[in-house]
């Protein structure tokens, strides 16, 4: 079975700063293959990358996803006030634990 | 637009069955090559899906799960339901229901705003 790991843990930014997230598969999986969910306190998670690349509808275009084999990238090229949150990637039926974006 | 609701009860007791419903609006549940599915969260922890079933009913579980968890469609009532047997404690997490965009791969949008569930006497 396939485990994601996500890093950092936590990413702690300013708005209008570049947020890189990444997330590791334990063995190699489809290039095309991760999604990229956002939530919030209370919320459900919202899609925001599939495929690996492909923006969900209504994303809009600060936020990219990229990577092949074991390691992938969600990158925010500039933060937003509501783009503080949790995020989690995931391949087929597996989630990695989440990488929290906060206000530094 | 989409719309995705659960319900069922709020509280079970260990070794009950917890039945829950995804009611879908705005958009048929009859669609060939449509899926849909169940995750769920427990405090603190990752999300884990559940399973995922086909318009055609063609259903699909994680192995941890396997054995205890039931999915079914209601085309008639726009709904899909999930079964869960034999519950326990580790059971208690927020339910959430969800489309899977493209077929068999999971990737889930939209999701119903999730019904929290605890298992306990």
């Known amino acids: 079975e396939i485990v994601l790991t996500q890093s950092p843990d936590t990413l702690s930014l300013s708005p209008g700063e570049r947020a890189t997230l990444s997330c590791r598969a334990s063995?190699?999986?489809?290039?095309?293959?991760l999604a990229w969910y956002q939530q919030k306190p209370g919320q459900a998670p919202r899609l925001l990358i599939y495929g690996t690349s492909s923006r969900a509808t209504g994303i809009p275009d600060r936020f990219s996803g990229s990577g092949s084999g074991t390691d992938f990238t969600l990158t925010i090229s500039r933060l937003e006030p509501e783009d503080f949150a949790l995020y989690y990637c995931?391949?087929?039926?597996?989630f990695g634990q989440g990488t929290k974006v906060e206000i530094k | 637009q989409l719309q995705l609701q659960e319900s069922g009860p709020g509280l079970v007791k260990p070794s009950d069955t917890l039945s829950l419903t995804c009611s879908v609006s705005g958009g048929s549940i009859d669609i060939n090559g449509d899926f849909w599915g169940w995750v769920r969260q427990s405090p603190g922890k990752r999300l884990e899906w559940i399973g995922s079933i086909s318009y055609s009913g063609r259903t699909y579980y994680t192995s941890s799960l396997k054995s205890r968890v039931t999915l079914s469609l209601d085309k008639s009532k726009s709904q899909f339901s999930l079964r869960l047997t034999s519950v326990t404690a580790a059971d208690t997490a927020v339910y959430f229901c969800?489309?899977?965009?493209?077929?068999?791969?999971?990737?889930?949008?939209?999701w119903g705003q999730g019904m929290s569930v605890t298992v306990s006497s």
């Open positions: 969800a489309k899977i965009i493209v077929a068999a791969s999971n990737w889930f949008d939209p």
């Open positions: 063995q190699g999986v489809g290039s095309s293959s």
């Open positions: 995931q391949y087929y039926g597996t």
